[in-house]
C-alpha cells in the first residue's frame, strides 16, 4: 500500500518536473528532480569540466616557446580563461551533491571521461592554432546550445563561458592566418596542423545519434538541446569557408555542397579512430591523467595550508563569541 502511494507520489512529480521543462522554466538544485536527470548532469557536467582542465595541457605545453611575448601573453590568458572553465563547471555540478574530490577521483582513476580531442599531442605551433580555432570552434558550437540547458546552474555557467570561448576561437583563427600568409614553411605547418585536427575536432560531438547512449533522454529533458549530428553539421558548414579564407586545402576530400539538404556533405569519420582514443589508446592519454596526478599532488600542500588557516578562522570566531 505505502509503495503504491509512494509510487503516485513519485509520478506526479515527475509531471510537474516535465511540464516545467516544457515551459522552458530552470530547474534549481533544490528542486525535486529525478535520479536519473541528476546522474545525467553529474556525468556530463563533471566531464566537461574534466575537459576544459586537461584541456590545459596540450596548449600550457607551448607558453614557453610562443613565437612572442604577444603571443605567450595572448595563449597564457586563454589558458588562464579554460582553467576559470573548469572551476565555474566543478562548482555548477557540486550544487548536485557531488563534491570536487570524489570528481577528481572519478577522473584521476579513470571512472570519468574527457573530451578525447586532449588525448593528441601539440607538435607544432600551427597546433595551437588549429586548436583554438576548430576545437574550441567545436565546443562553442555546443556550448551555444548548452545556454539554454534546463539545469540552471549549468546555463549560467555556459553563459559566462561562451563570452571568452569567442576569443578563444578567434585568437586560434589568427594564428593560422599568419601561418597561412607566411613563408612556404609555415604554410605547410598550418595545412598539416588542419589535416591533424580537422577529424578529431568532428568526433568531439560524439557518436552519430542513432548510436549515441544518452541522447534521446537527455533532449527530452531538455539538457541537450541538439543532437549531436546537427551540431556537428553546423560546425562542418561553418567551417568550409573559414579554410577556403585561409587558402587552405580542405582535409576532407568528399566535401561538397548539397543543395536539397542546405548543407554540405561530408566524408565519413574514422570511428575505430574514436573509440580507441576513448578507451584509453590515444597518443597521451596515460601522460595527461599521469601529469594531473602529479599537479595534485604537488598542491596538496596548498589545500592542506587552506584548510589549517580555515580552522583556525573558525576557532578564533568561536573563542570570541565563548
Ligand atoms: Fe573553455
Ligand atoms: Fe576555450
Not at 104 to 129: C, H, M, R, V
Not at 196 to 211: I, K, N, Q, T, V
Not at 242 to 255: C, N, R, S, T, W
Amino acid at each position: 500500500m505505502k509503495k503504491l502511494r509512494q509510487e503516485a507520489q513519485e509520478k506526479a512529480l515527475l509531471e510537474t518536473f516535465q511540464q516545467k521543462i516544457d515551459r522552458e522554466e530552470k530547474i534549481e538544485p533544490k528542486d525535486w528532480m529525478p535520479e536519473a536527470y541528476r546522474q545525467n548532469l553529474i556525468r556530463q557536467i563533471s566531464q566537461h569540466a574534466h575537459s576544459e582542465v586537461i584541456g590545459e595541457q596540450p596548449e600550457g605545453n607551448w607558453i614557453t616557446r610562443a613565437p612572442s611575448l604577444r603571443r605567450k601573453a595572448v595563449l597564457l590568458a586563454k589558458v588562464q580563461d579554460e582553467a576559470g572553465h573548469g572551476l565555474y563547471l566543478y562548482s555548477s555540478a557540486e550544487t548536485l551533491g557531488i563534491s570536487r574530490a570524489e570528481m577528481i577521483e572519478a577522473l584521476q582513476t579513470g571512472k570519468a571521461k574527457y573530451a578525447s580531442i586532449f588525448n593528441y599531442p601539440t607538435q607544432t605551433w600551427g597546433d595551437i592554432g588549429a586548436i583554438g580555432w576548430l576545437v574550441d570552434g567545436a565546443a562553442i558550437c555546443n556550448q551555444v546550445s548548452l545556454q539554454r540547458t534546463s539545469y540552471g546552474p549549468y546555463s549560467r555557467a555556459m553563459i559566462r563561458i561562451c563570452k571568452e570561448e569567442s576569443f578563444h576561437q578567434r585568437q586560434g583563427y589568427q594564428i593560422m592566418l599568419a601561418l597561412a600568409n607566411g613563408s612556404e614553411a609555415q604554410r605547410q605547418m598550418a595545412q598539416d596542423s588542419l589535416n591533424r585536427f580537422y577529424w578529431p575536432s568532428l568526433m568531439m560531438f560524439g557518436p552519430h545519434d542513432a548510436e549515441s547512449a544518452h541522447s534521446a533522454r537527455s533532449m527530452q529533458w531538455k539538457i541537450k538541446r541538439e543532437t549531436n549530428d546537427s551540431l556537428r553539421q553546423k560546425f562542418i558548414d561553418q567551417t568550409v569557408q573559414q579554410i577556403e579564407f585561409l587558402g587552405l586545402e580542405h582535409p576532407d576530400k568528399a566535401i561538397k555542397w548539397n543543395d536539397e539538404r542546405g548543407h554540405y556533405d561530408s566524408g565519413e569519420i574514422d570511428w575505430e579512430e574514436f573509440y580507441n582514443v576513448i578507451n584509453g589508446n590515444g597518443h597521451c592519454n596515460r601522460q595527461r591523467i599521469q601529469h594531473h596526478v602529479n599537479a595534485h599532488e604537488e598542491g596538496a600542500w596548498v589545500r592542506d595550508a587552506q584548510n589549517a588557516h580555515a580552522e583556525k578562522v573558525k576557532q578564533r570566531q568561536q573563542h570570541a563569541v565563548a
